[in-house]
Each structure stands twice: as C-alpha cells, then as structure tokens.
Nanobody
Framework: QVQLVESGGGLVQPGGSLRLSCAAS????????MGWYRQAPGKQRELVAD???????HYADSVKGRFTISRDNAQNTVYLIMSSLKPEDTAVYYC???????????????????WGQGTQVTVSS
C-alpha cells in the first residue's frame, strides 16, 4: 500500500505564493508520473501540473508561468510552487502518483493510481 501525504496549503492574499509538498511512502517498486490536481466547489477536478520520472513537465494553461512543479526522486516527493496566486486558484489541491510494482498475484509489473487526501488553498484578501 502507498500513502501520499500533502502539506503546505493555507490562506494567502492575491499575488502571494505558496509551496505544496507531497511525499509518497509505503511499499512499491518505482514511481512514474506525479502531479497535482485541484477541485473548486461545484467544479470537476482538473489537472494543474504533472511531471514524469525524467522531469518532463506539463501545465494547465491557467497556471503556466505562475506555477512550477518539481520532484525529488530520492525522497519520493513532488512539489508545487505557486506564485502570483489569484482568487480563482482557490480549490482543494490533490497529489497524484502513478506507482509501479510487481503484482504478488501475477508477478507482472503493474501500475496503480494513488491520491492524497487533499489540501485546501484559499486565495483571498
């Protein structure tokens, strides 16, 4: 089983910055992609940014130039630095990990999706 523990959310004024962290722990062979999603009240969950195991990144258009995703493979941790925050960035932010492991049943390599519990980010004056 794999656990994703997020931290770093909170209340910030428009134009401010926050850093989110998500650490993966548990038993697994490797972590492929990691990413951040968000869900605002009344809206669907959407991708914010993701990063592959070789550090290739992808961002939603709404956050390009303002958010930066990075990861520390040795620590199984992904970060999201959010700058120039806007009220429309207010949402619950969820960490996601594409985890690979060898099945105890089939012995084949399989990939599993894991999610963090979510951390609230509120941008308001």
């Amino acid at each position: 089983q794999v656990q994703l523990v997020e931290s770093g959310g909170g209340l910030v004024q428009p134009g401010g910055s926050l850093r989110l962290s998500c650490a993966a722990s548990g038993s697994f062979f490797n972590i492929n992609g990691m990413g951040w999603y968000r869900q605002a009240p009344g809206k669907q969950r959407e991708l914010v940014a993701d990063i592959t195991s070789d550090d290739s990144t992808h961002y939603a258009d709404s956050v390009k130039g303002r958010f930066t995703i990075s990861r520390d493979n040795a620590q199984n941790t992904v970060y999201l630095i959010m700058s120039s925050l806007k009220p429309e960035d207010t949402a619950v932010y969820y960490c996601h990990a594409d985890v690979g492991d060898y099945s105890s049943v089939t012995s084949y390599y399989e990939r599993y999706d894991y999610w963090g519990q979510g951390t609230q980010v509120t941008v308001s004056s």
